[in-house]
């Protein structure tokens, strides 16, 4: 067995593997689209096919119900060599992705992906596509790097569970269910790992060590039974859109702190310690809101913490989306009979996604606008994750990134303001730790139009990968 001849193997290869991540990059796996079924499903049976070229033995596995089947989870297991006594690993990830759209903010098709060349003072030699840093090309450096050891080495030398969603995207729905019901498989691993995050740069790699949660809501206010003219009932009845922003208006104070009481009770406070480290990366905040066309006086939020310290250790509020009356071209002078709101809480360990939820449901019912009703849904979510600086899983992992990226800049120790449902619902069924060792870059543009995977993070990904691998096979024990 010999590492170096897996990164060898990984070197000669970077042409093929990023081929083979277009390749699944032009599988539109929307997952909230019904019409994108089939694409799902294609894309499940796309990942099987390399995990069964890599040596492992996977299954597409359904989810759901008969009445409401879900998108197929691809599931494998490999036992490792014979008397391994190392760590089992599960290893998790999606293979759907977010919708496209805006279609005409793309500079090419988002399922058609592309290379693009490095740009002076710019990013990097990139693909570009839906998918392509989230989570396809993340999952792929894993994939790439468990066939490497297949080709080069005979065979995966340690024990790995896999289990790659397809619904991660459209909040997971299925996957708890899912955990549940294979419960004793899944319980074989001691730890979990996920490609999912970023790092302050591509030649500066990171460990996450903290998630925020998220509790995700929708409210709907009802008022006549009927639009109205707002001519002759303006002024005399509740306009729901109206009192709908009123009501909302009211979720932060003047501090910008999030009102709902009991909200901040559960926060783990975050040591001066941890603030000292971050402030140490030196991250320049002018520097984020440029990319993103905001001036330095943008950074604006939750009174007495900084930039980072908003994103990575504090809780936040923030409407999704909000829809009611006329919205068509032209002008239509109407009252309608009801407004909306998506509302979507991000928790910070230890606060709970369904405490919350309920608190914000009572919170809106207090202050019911007069001859008016709420009608209050939680959609998704789930709890934070972290885990401890001194966990050997981590430290596993922080030597296996510094042997991946030989020349830069040591590994560091990150939180992310994102939310990953499976990290907090793996810790609360499984008791599992995760390690979140993710590649992606603050300018990938995750979700949005023209999103990109830079081939120097891409191929770092893999290396680390056999790197991790190599750590946990030469380990005497599970830790």
């Known amino acids: 067995m010999s590492i170096d001849a897996v ?81 089992h690993v ?40 839906r998918g392509a840093v989230d989570d396809k090309g993340q999952v792929s450096t894993f994939l790439e790097a468990v066939r490497a050891w297949k080709d080069a080495a005979g065979g995966v030398p340690i024990a790995l569970t896999v289990m790659i969603e397809g619904e991660e995207e459209s909040g997971s729905v299925n996957l708890e269910n899912f955990i549940k019901a294979h419960k004793d498989e899944l319980a074989r691993a001691d730890v979990c790992v996920i490609s999912d995050t970023g790092m302050p740069a591509a030649d500066w790699p990171a460990i996450t060590y903290g998630m925020r949660g998220l509790a995700y809501c929708e409210v709907v206010l009802h008022a006549a039974d009927q639009d109205l003219h707002s001519g002759l009932w303006g002024g005399k009845v509740p306009n729901p859109i109206n009192e709908l922003c009123r009501v909302l208006a009211q979720l932060w104070d003047a501090d910008r702190r999030v009102t709902l009481p009991g909200f901040y009770d559960r926060v783990l406070e975050t040591t001066e310690e941890e603030r000292a480290q971050w402030r140490r990366l030196n991250l320049d905040p002018a520097a984020a809101l440029k990319k993103i066309g905001l001036p330095p006086e943008a950074s604006i939020g939750e009174q007495g913490w900084t930039f980072i310290e908003r994103e990575w250790a504090r809780p936040t509020c923030d409407i999704n989306g909000i829809y009611g009356g006329y919205q068509g071209p032209g002008a239509k002078t109407v009252i309608g009979a009801k407004a909306g709101a998506k509302v979507s809480f991000r928790l910070v360990a230890d606060q709970d996604p369904m405490e919350v939820g309920r608190a914000f449901e009572k919170w809106l019912r207090e202050r019911t606008p007069p001859g008016c009703r709420w009608e209050f849904h939680q959609h998704s979510g789930g709890p934070p994750g972290n885990v401890p600086i001194d966990c050997p899983f ?27 449902p499976v990290v907090g619902m793996i810790k609360t069924l499984l008791k599992l730790d995760t390690v979140l060792m993710g590649f992606g870059l603050e300018d990938d543009r995750v979700h949005s139009p023209n999103e990109k995977f830079e081939l120097a993070c891409f191929n770092l990904g893999a290396r680390a990968h056999a790197n991790l691998i190599a750590e946990f096979a030469s380990a005497t024990s599970k830790y």
């Open 394 to 420: 981590l430290q596993a992992a922080i030597r296996a990134l510094k042997r991946a990226n030989p020349g830069g800049k040591d590994p560091v120790l990150i939180k992310s303001g994102g939310s990953i």
């Open 90 to 129: 599960l290893f998790y990830g999606h293979y759907d992705v977010q919708p496209p759209d805006p279609l005409d903010l793309w500079e090419s098709p988002p399922f058609e992906p592309v290379l693009k060349p490095a740009k002076p003072g710019g990013p990097g030699e990139r693909v570009v596509a």
């Open 7 to 87: 990164l060898s193997m990984l070197k000669s290869r970077e042409k093929d593997s990023v081929g083979r991540l277009m390749e699944w990059l032009r599988i539109p796996s929307v997952s909230t689209d019904p019409k994108h079924a089939g694409d799902c499903r294609k894309a499940a049976e796309w990942c099987a096919e390399q995990l069964r070229l890599a040596g492992l033995k996977p299954e597409v596995r359904e989810t759901g119900s008969k009445e409401r089947p879900g998108h197929p989870i691809v599931f494998a297991h490999h036992p490792g060599p014979a008397g391994y006594k190392g760590p």
